[in-house]
């Protein structure tokens, strides 16, 4: 089988790219296409031949960071694996008519298998590795906290609390209750949607992380909705202050820090 | 892979030398170093108190999900822990002793496995991983 | 084996931990702590652990110490600087540091000190 392929190599090139150039619908040169399938064919040679013993494991990172660029192209992942699985096709025209070559193609037909199984399964990580660093980007922007006043900053929390969360929200509040000398500050629950007992841990393990630099802590933002929920599930708030309104809890923390706020 | 023993208040200092030089070459976060290194040291001390001494192993190592990080690895011929279920369970106190240093060790990492038996000595496993 | 040293100014005792300390130095902060609050008769003691990395149970046991020793000798304790990250672990610990105030910083842990004079 090796030796067919390499015998025909420039021919089975050909229809190798002509099965796949209809799919590249411009994604791909013409020239990258063909010099990233020539690099491959050499590789499955190597492979085939035995003689290599590093041509497997190159063979199998080709095709990984192969996956990586049409991943970030925008090819679906069948269209990925496709351009593995259709080397498949074009050698099978050359031994269609020779009964002899049946077993080996078989051989042949299975390696080239487990290659595309392997390239989606690259495909499918990088598009997790993706999902994963979107995600991070989307905590990151969604947990912003601001100065109120000397002394004084707000961390508004939008969206679900789970622990990734709220581990980034003690990260950023206590840094920025040192960076800028604070000693109180406001946690705006209004954006959170349920609050239930996980999310009054979280709530309350940043409170005492902010004690521990010592901070005090305003709750505000209660809803009406959930007001009913934290005093049937039995949550205390302890001697944590809470406040309906942010201006409710602003007015708290700068009496607590010892301002006033009087007309002009 | 480093292998130490703990026989001394300086051991534990050198133990959590060692764990933090690891932490920080795997690329673990600020917080999760402390936090793992906080650990070892509550579990070294343990060890030093609990069973007259034992060895301490750190190694980088790869978790089941392929992500980097450490493993450190705590064994002592002490007495055992007769109960290791009352010794893991603990709410927020403030209190002393075996009690805390396990079970608060344990919320500070990703993998816990704790084997003890009365007479057979102890070993706790630890691991945390970059996210 | 390095003594931790304290400072004295005003009514105020200032401690800054350095180093990682371990068993004779923790007994001897101590030690040297009690006879500078009865020798000075000081009424606040700050200790700064600003560059303290790893606190756990035993360092949290330390502190606590220092502040009911303080306590004995009517003398205010506040802790200050502690970093972020060590916050953190020590909530996740359990650590609660009851009894033992604490500041961000030196000058916020003076000011508390003083509104209680």
Request: charged share 20%; glycine share 8%.
């Amino acid at each position: 089988m090796a030796d067919l392929l390499r015998t025909n190599q420039a021919k089975l090139l050909d229809r190798w790219h002509d099965t796949l150039s209809a799919t590249v619908r411009g994604r791909l040169s013409e020239d990258e296409l063909r010099s990233e399938l020539a690099d491959l064919y050499d590789l499955v040679l190597r492979a085939m031949s035995g003689a290599d013993e590093t041509a497997n494991g190159e063979l199998r990172a080709s095709l990984v960071a192969l996956s990586r660029s049409r991943a970030r192209s925008g090819f679906s992942p069948s269209e990925t694996a496709l351009a593995v699985f259709s080397l498949k096709d074009a050698v099978y025209e050359f031994v269609a008519d020779a009964a002899e070559m049946v077993p080996e193609y078989l051989t042949f037909s299975r390696m080239i298998d487990d290659l595309g199984l392997h390239t989606f399964e690259a495909y499918a990580a990088t598009r997790e590795e993706i999902i994963r660093q979107q995600a991070d980007a989307m905590l990151e922007l969604s947990t912003p906290v601001v100065r109120l006043w000397d002394g004084i900053i707000a961390v508004p929390l939008v969206g679900t609390l789970d622990s990734a969360r709220a581990q980034l929200v003690m990260e950023k509040m206590l840094d920025a209750l040192v960076s800028t000398g604070s000693s109180h500050a406001v946690i705006d629950i209004t954006g959170v949607p349920t609050v239930d007992t996980e999310v009054a841990q979280h709530l309350l393990k940043t409170v005492m992380a902010a004690r521990l630099l010592g901070a005090q802590c305003t709750i505000c933002g209660i809803r009406p909705q959930i007001a009913h929920t934290i005093v049937s599930l039995g949550i205390e708030f302890g001697d944590i202050a809470t406040k309906a309104t942010l201006a409710d809890a602003l007015a708290h923390a700068l009496s607590v820090t010892g301002l006033k706020v009087v007309p002009a | 892979m480093d292998e130490l023993t703990i026989e001394s208040g300086d051991d534990v200092v050198r133990v959590r030398q060692q764990v933090r030089a690891a932490a920080a070459d795997t690329g673990l976060s600020l917080v999760d170093q402390t936090k793992v290194v906080t650990a070892a040291s509550e579990l070294a001390r343990n060890a030093l108190v609990h069973a007259g001494g034992g060895m301490a192993r750190v190694e980088v190592a790869e978790s089941a999900a392929g992500r980097t990080g450490i493993r450190v690895t705590f064994t002592d011929e002490g007495p055992g822990i007769p109960d290791v279920d009352l010794a893991l369970t603990d709410g927020w106190t403030t209190g002393d002793g075996l009690g805390l240093g396990l079970s608060g060790a344990r919320r500070l990492v990703d993998e816990f496995e704790l084997v003890s038996k009365p007479g057979a000595g102890t070993s706790v496993v630890v691991a945390k991983w970059s996210r | 084996m390095d003594r931790v040293p304290i400072l004295k100014i005003g009514p105020t005792l200032f401690v800054s931990i350095q180093i990682d300390l371990q068993d004779q130095s923790v007994v001897q902060l101590q030690e040297d702590l009690a006879e500078e609050l009865v020798a000075t008769r000081a009424t606040g003691v700050i200790i700064d652990i600003t560059a303290v990395e790893i606190v756990d149970s035993f360092i949290g046991r330390m502190l606590a110490t220092i502040g009911s020793i303080s306590r004995l000798f009517d003398a205010e304790t506040v802790l200050v600087g502690m970093r972020p990250a060590v916050a953190i672990t020590l909530v996740e610990l359990g650590l609660s540091l009851d009894g033992v105030r604490t500041a961000l910083d030196a000058e916020q842990g003076l000011r508390m000190l003083n509104g209680h004079s």
